[in-house]
């Protein structure tokens, strides 16, 4: 029924910009929990940010404050990731995951409460 799929990774050099594109299915993004993580080699899986479904501002995680932005257009049922100043620290395979629920904020981080996941986009930041 539902399905995730993310896309626009690929190679980019450091200091440069990659946008991600993650396109919902099944239902619609303007009732959906949305968040982006990312997992880098050798790395635990870590959340960039998330979107609550009864909307307001993107939430990000400290480690992108500043260089990341999420943004969601409903009318296209898409999520966005926009990446800029990219570091090689950020080279990692970035997921697009979906909650039906409208989650209290303890669980907005909680990778367990995302119940639908894209396959992932590999973004690498290199020369």
């Known amino acids: 029924q539902v399905q995730v799929e993310e896309s626009g990774g690929g190679l980019v050099r450091p200091g440069g910009s990659q946008r991600l594109s993650c396109a919902l299915s099944g239902r619609s993004l303007s009732t959906t929990t949305m968040a982006w993580l990312r997992q880098a080699p050798g790395k635990e899986r870590e959340f960039v940010g998330v979107?609550?479904?009864?909307?307001?501002?993107?939430i990000l995680a400290d480690s992108v404050k500043g260089r990341f932005t999420i943004s969601k257009d409903n009318t296209k049922n898409s999520l966005y990731l926009q990446m800029s100043a990219l570091e090689p620290k950020d080279t990692a395979v970035y997921y697009c995951?979906?909650?039906?629920?409208?989650?209290?904020?303890?669980?907005?981080?909680?990778?367990?409460?995302?119940?639908?996941w894209g396959q992932g986009t590999q973004v690498t930041v290199s020369f």
């Open positions: 979107v609550r479904r009864r909307g307001g501002p993107a």
């Open positions: 995951a979906a909650s039906v629920e409208d989650l209290i904020t303890s669980r907005l981080w909680n990778a367990r409460e995302y119940d639908y």
